[in-house]
């Protein structure tokens, strides 16, 4: 059974350009989650997503990202017009269902670490 | 916004002792977590504890929760090379329309053979 796949696993970015995380969670689950981390931090929330709906965005840059999880293919993380400040690993997790239980915790994705140049 | 914090930071043991991580939290908890990070990869599950309960174990795993001091401890018993990881608390908040789970910053493990 595959896990959560996301690629690329690296993505060099120069500033200005556009950055495109994917992320396909693990087969039926319909929740997904996307976090940034920073070198030697924990993980910060960015959005939820279900099945075309964005549950929550409370956690994302009002400008320049945005999140998409379509019927059908992977969820989408997009940054526009990166900047050096946008370097970071982010994380895809999914679950079976919106709140993580001991049965159903969030799997995690390896990654994706952007470096902007 | 951060609810989990864990201290120590960093911690280094040798292999055989036990390793012991604290987390504390800001607000009113459902269920309190542990994952684990190796260096660049993502986070695995390794414990729940609900709010209700005071004390888990899971293999060489040891949690409590004490809710009146809001904090959590993780207990690894007779540390390996391989437990050397970070370690996150996470706590559920509710927030932005939903429940989601707010990690703290971790706490970097190593042990030495």
């Known amino acids: 059974n595959a896990g959560v796949m996301q690629n690329p696993r690296h993505l060099v970015r120069r500033r200005g350009q556009e950055a495109r995380l994917r992320c396909s969670p693990v087969k039926g689950h319909s929740h997904v989650y996307w976090y940034r981390q920073l070198p030697e931090e924990g993980l910060k929330f960015m959005v939820y997503?279900?099945?075309?709906?964005?549950?929550?965005e409370s956690g994302m840059p009002k400008e320049r990202f945005s999140a998409e999880f379509p019927k059908e293919g992977p969820s989408i993380l997009r940054i526009q017009q990166v900047v050096r400040g946008d370097s970071a690993a982010y994380f895809c997790?999914?679950?079976?269902?919106?709140?993580?239980?001991?049965?159903?915790?969030?799997?995690f994705g390896n990654g994706t670490r952007l470096t902007v140049t | 916004s951060q609810q989990g914090e864990e201290d120590p930071q960093a911690l280094s043991i040798q292999e055989g002792e036990n390793a012991t991580m604290n987390c504390s939290y800001k607000t009113s908890i459902n269920n309190l977590q542990w994952y684990r990070q190796n260096s660049g990869r993502g986070l695995v599950h390794l414990i729940l504890?609900?709010?209700?309960?005071r004390e888990k174990h899971s293999g060489r795993l040891r949690v409590t929760l004490d809710t009146s001091k809001k904090s959590s401890s993780l207990l690894i018993t007779a540390s390996r090379a391989a437990d050397t990881a970070s370690y996150f608390c996470a706590t559920d908040s509710r927030g932005g329309g939903s429940e989601k789970l707010v990690f703290g910053k971790g706490t970097k493990l190593t042990v030495n053979p």
């Open positions: 997503l279900q099945k075309e709906n964005i549950i929550d």
């Open positions: 997790a999914s679950s079976p269902q919106g709140v993580p239980t001991s049965l159903s915790p969030l799997h």
């Open positions: 504890i609900r709010s209700n309960e």
